[in-house]
């Protein structure tokens, strides 16, 4: 693992994983509850009120999934759901509104979600030592 002692990894990924999650969350739970101002984005985006509850749901089993240790596969899958999701959002804003320089806030989930998905796979390649 290079010159970087496995404590700092397992720090950089909880740490990162968690303000993921909380960014995550911060839109599962308005979409779950189908707030008036995501309904409002939902309907300025073209997407049908029916997804945001789907949608929530999903966002709430991925942040789950990264959260709780093991699943492997799990988390790979939630990783992916959760990027197609960012990924998604960012195209579906550029497709209605064009660029606005509020956009670039979400580099920082992108990153956060980068680092806790790239100290996950170290993590996992690390061998186990028992002390």
């Known amino acids: 693992m290079k010159n970087i002692p496995l404590k700092k990894y397992r720090i950089v990924f909880w740490v990162s994983t968690v303000l993921f999650g909380a960014f995550i969350l911060s839109s599962a739970i308005p979409n779950i509850l189908q707030t008036e101002d995501w309904v409002n984005i939902f309907n300025l985006l073209g997407y049908p009120r029916y997804l945001l509850p789907f949608i929530g749901v999903a966002k709430l089993l991925g942040v789950v999934a990264l959260l709780v240790p093991g699943f492997p596969r799990l988390k790979e899958w939630a990783y992916a759901g959760l990027f197609f999701d960012l990924t998604g ?39 186990i030592t028992y002390t």
């Open 89 to 127: 959002a960012v195209y579906s804003g550029l497709a209605v509104g064009g660029f606005h320089p509020q956009m670039l806030t979400l580099l920082v989930p992108f990153a956060l979600g980068a680092a806790s998905y790239i100290t996950h796979h170290k993590l996992n390649k690390a061998p």
